[in-house]
């Protein structure tokens, strides 16, 4: 399949053949024409899967053949849960946009927001936007979304998780009721359903099964090594592999930091990026990382989501995440474009678990191994894992009535 059989106007294929891509991805594939028909679109994708040009080309393409409307309102709206994947998304529009006539611009917080505001004044037909920012500026009155005609959700299950789900209400509430939905999310759960049903007509529901496809592509191994010598074992792995891109994930932010400082100390260019740091100082980083002048950047799962490191050779999980999806998400980051990534993941004995859900999910178990000088030690395992045989006395069965009346009190009835 190639791109000239997807309806795109040659204006477009002008800016996909500039962009070096040759064949769509799957999610293009099946989404463009659907979105050009001027369908409702539900998409299961992941960041690595294309989705970007996905849902951008056919709706630069829509707005571009139609007629200009005065002073450029804003007439296409993507949402996205995070001021990177808004930065990311926007520059691919940008791009997209390179032999059109249409204007696009990004805006989200943590920075100056006057630069923003003279932009939109200016008039932009597509505006990529973290919810916060959006709302905000429209409670000044710097901007309208009484022209939308396409509203695209980017990574809504993100979006939901970080608890932009009020958000989200108050802006479909700004909208016109008559525009075309595209909803991106990784996964589809109970939650990414219900909201699709709430705004969404009729979508067609496009599946791209990405987690399959992409760990397909990545060699996944677990090392077993004990918590504490983790960052020394990582040490040993970059060194000696001599690995000049790794990317790293810790579980929290203070992680992150101490795990970079580490690096740093013993030599490796290492660079930590998190919720907590100032978006010149992201900015700043990923760059580094991308010039290969920072070997290493240590990430967590939300900083890490959306960025757009392309063919990526390292992840490294210095600790499980807890939630078995982002695992896939964080590996992702390997492995694209048709390369092989590795994916190694650093596990402790507390982490067993995860890992059991990790491999269910995954349905295939990783192979895991031991190096030497790091061997684990079992004992704490032990300890850990079965804590109940540290009672003594065998604990007075309690009731679980009561606690149960207390949460329906204080949460309300568990949602159906
Ligand atoms: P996304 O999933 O939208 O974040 O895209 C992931 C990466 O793939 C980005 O760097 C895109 O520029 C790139 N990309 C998107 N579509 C294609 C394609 N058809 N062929 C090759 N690369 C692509």
């Known amino acids: 399949m190639s791109f000239n059989s997807l309806g795109l106007s040659d204006a477009l294929l002008k800016a996909i053949n500039k962009k070096g891509y040759t064949t769509p991805t799957a999610i293009q594939e099946k989404a463009i024409p659907r979105i050009l028909e001027r369908k409702d679109v539900l998409a299961s994708a992941q960041t690595g899967t294309g989705k970007t040009a ?13 007629q200009r409307l005065r002073r450029r309102p804003v007439r296409a709206l993507v949402l996205t849960p ?14 997209y946009c390179s032999f059109v006539d249409i204007r696009s611009t990004v805006i989200f917080g943590g920075v100056n927001q006057n630069p923003q505001v003279a932009v939109l004044r200016q008039g932009v037909d597509i505006l990529v936007a973290t919810p916060g920012r959006l709302l905000d500026l429209h409670g000044q009155k710097m ?19 970080m608890g ?16 075309q939905n595209l909803l991106f999310s990784a996964t589809f759960s109970r939650e ?10 009729n979508p067609v529901i496009v599946e791209d099964t990405p987690e399959q496809a992409t760990v397909e592509k990545i060699d996944q191994k677990v090392v077993r090594v004990d918590k504490g010598r983790k960052t020394r074992l990582i040490i040993k792995l970059i060194s000696e592999g001599n690995w000049k891109q790794v990317l790293v994930f810790t579980r929290t932010k203070h ?43 240590v990430a967590t799962d939300i900083a890490a989501r959306g960025l757009d490191i392309p063919l990526l050779p390292h992840v490294i999980n210095y600790e499980l995440p807890n939630v078995s999806e982002d695992y896939v998400h964080r590996i992702g980051r390997t492995g694209r474009a048709g390369a092989r990534g590795e994916a190694i993941s650093l596990v402790s004995g507390e982490e067993l678990a995860y890992l059991k859900g990790i491999e269910k999910l995954i349905e295939q178990s990783i192979p895991s191994e031991i190096i030497a000088g790091f061997e684990p030690s079992q004992g704490t395992e ?22 149960y009346k207390k949460r329906q009190r204080k949460f309300g009835k568990r949602p159906e």
């Open 164 to 179: 932009f789900l009020r958000d989200i209400r108050r802006i479909l509430e700004l909208m016109p009721d008559r525009r």
């Open 143 to 161: 901007l309208s979304l009484a022209k939308i005609e396409f509203l695209v959700l980017d990574e809504a299950d993100r979006m939901l998780d």
């Open 382 to 403: 032990t300890k850990i894992e079965e804590p109940q045989k540290l009672h003594f006395r065998k604990p007075k069965p309690k009731s679980n009535k009561g606690n």
């Open 54 to 66: 996905g849902f951008a080309l056919p709706i630069i393409q829509i707005l571009a053949q139609g």
């Open 192 to 201: 990414i359903k219900r909201l699709a049903s709430g705004f969404l007509n």
């Open 255 to 297: 992680g992150a930091n101490r795990l970079s400082q580490k690096l740093v100390k013993a030599g490796i260019s290492a660079s930590a990026i998190h919720g907590n740091k100032s978006q010149s100082h992201r900015t700043k980083t990923l760059d580094g990382f991308k010039k290969a002048t920072i070997r290493v950047l």
């Open 82 to 95: 995070t001021r990177e994947l808004a930065a990311q998304v926007y520059a691919e529009v940008k791009e």
